[in-house]
């Protein structure tokens, strides 16, 4: 007993106001939800629309959709609730949702005269076909939102933007048209500017004309991450191939170094490729960066190989040609402000080299002197054997010397070609880093 009591008292609550009841039935009452709310037909119903953004969920440039977080206000003129009216099908026409339109549908505010605003909440996921990836990340983004009625023509539903008036008449772009009072910031998005436009079309199979409305969503990118976990690691990699000029080829790790560098260039730049569409209109500008990068550390590992190709070569296996001791021992080492000990680089190219301290003057020992004793013509014989011997002693002295001289030159010129690619490539990786820096619209974000 006591349990029925208490449900017939909460039936009794729950009961609404007579009055409420009464104008709800008064105003439905011969309504047809199917019937534009005009009072001429030949009138078009006006359609105020309005785009709160509540924030940026995800921007996929890969496959170039957007997802937000948004309500849409339509302020109309005419009686109910969101099953029992009539409401306008305003849809979003570059909607990539699975369901097309994906809003909540709430109940409508109906204001005595005559008023009503619907404001459908929703995830809007849509097409952002104009995605340019030319200067990622220092890149701007600006997607449309086109709205429009599916069905009805601008003589039956006319779009317009709810702003204010100017010159008694509402005008057809507006600055700034998104309502931003509980837009929440995006950590990789920074919003710069939100415009609509009015946009009216006459297509070619029908005299009526159809209004649309775009919301334009122009979003540049915060660059922070970008820096830190690109652009700065690979430069750092780019500087250390510069650094790999600096190792003695005698090191033995000089081309492991360049290969592992080669290699880290690689795995970052296809992290690169897997952020960026599949496009082939525009490389992005951290691509030609990394593609700068990966050229300079290839060209440094084959000139690596050049340079101990130089450094190992011996009299046996290689001779140097008069050009090329021209050229690498003489003009590279003065141009480049190299010093040599025991040598000296002249503007001329004259290039000093110290003479062989290997030098035996011969004997001359007469034949006609008398040796009728033996032991003169022993000794005589002797210092023949000793002479002899001694002038084989100074040939390969002599030999040895001149082979080391020329391992030397060959050494030598590896160093001049080292100290070359330091400074070309050091001269390289700064002026086109710059020059792609500079490049971009905006560094940071």
């Given at each position: ?96 949702a699975e369901d097309f339109d994906s809003t909540y549908k709430p109940n409508l505010l109906v204001y005595s005269n005559g008023d009503i605003t619907w404001i459908p909440p929703g995830v809007l996921k849509f097409v952002c076909s104009t995605i340019d990836v030319t200067w990622f990340p220092f890149d701007d983004q600006v997607c449309q939102l086109k709205f429009g009625s599916w069905t009805f023509h601008g003589f039956a539903v006319d779009l317009q933007i709810d702003t204010d008036m100017v010159n008694g008449e509402i005008p057809s772009y507006v600055e700034n048209a998104m309502d931003l009072s509980t837009y929440v910031e995006n950590g990789e998005w920074l919003l710069a500017s939100s415009p609509a ?249």
């Amino acid at each position: 007993m006591l349990c029925a009591l208490l449900l017939s008292l909460l039936i009794v609550t729950a009961q609404g106001s007579p009055q409420e009841i009464r104008l709800y039935n008064d105003q439905l009452d011969g309504y047809n939800n199917m019937e534009r709310p005009v009072e001429n037909a030949t009138e078009a119903l006006v359609v105020h629309i309005k785009f709160y953004l509540q924030q940026i969920l995800e921007v996929d440039e890969k496959n170039q959709l957007v997802t937000i977080n948004a309500w849409l206000s339509m302020d109309i003129r005419f009686p109910g609730t969101s099953d029992h009216i009539w409401k306008p099908d305003v849809l979003l026409y570059n909607s990539a949702a699975e369901d097309f339109d994906s809003t909540y549908k709430p109940n409508l505010l109906v204001y005595s005269n005559g008023d009503i605003t619907w404001i459908p909440p929703g995830v809007l996921k849509f097409v952002c076909s104009t995605i340019d990836v030319t200067w990622f990340p220092f890149d701007d983004q600006v997607c449309q939102l086109k709205f429009g009625s599916w069905t009805f023509h601008g003589f039956a539903v006319d779009l317009q933007i709810d702003t204010d008036m100017v010159n008694g008449e509402i005008p057809s772009y507006v600055e700034n048209a998104m309502d931003l009072s509980t837009y929440v910031e995006n950590g990789e998005w920074l919003l710069a500017s939100s415009p609509a436009m009015r946009f009216v079309t006459y297509p070619s199979c029908c005299p009526e004309p159809y209004p649309t409305i775009v919301y334009y969503l122009h979003i540049r990118r915060r660059t922070l991450f970008y820096w830190f976990n690109l652009i700065i690691p690979s430069l750092l990699i780019s500087l250390m191939t510069v650094l790999g000029f600096t190792l003695p080829p005698d090191a033995g790790e000089k081309i492991t170094l360049e290969v592992t560098i080669l290699l880290a260039i690689v795995f970052f730049l296809s992290m690169v490729s897997e952020m960026t569409p599949p496009t082939g209109e525009a490389v992005p500008l951290i691509g030609v960066f990394f593609s700068c990068c990966m050229l300079v550390v290839s060209a440094s590992v084959v000139f690596t190989v050049v340079i101990l190709n130089l450094h190992f070569r011996t009299p046996d296996t290689h001779e140097m040609s008069p050009l090329l001791r021209k050229v690498l021992l003489e003009y590279l080492p003065w141009i480049l402000m190299m010093s040599r000990p025991g040598h000296k680089f002249h503007r001329a190219g004259l290039y000093k080299e110290h003479k062989s301290t290997y030098r035996l003057k011969r004997l001359a020992l007469r034949e006609d002197l008398p040796s009728k004793n033996p032991v003169h013509e022993a000794h005589i014989l002797l210092l023949h054997a000793i002479n002899d011997q001694l002038e084989e002693l100074a040939k390969r002295a002599e030999r040895e010397e001149k082979d080391a001289r020329t391992q030397a030159d060959w050494r030598f010129a590896a160093l001049v070609v080292d100290r070359a690619c330091l400074i070309m490539f050091t001269l390289f990786i700064v002026t086109s880093s710059v020059a792609i820096m500079c490049s971009a619209p905006h560094l940071y974000a």
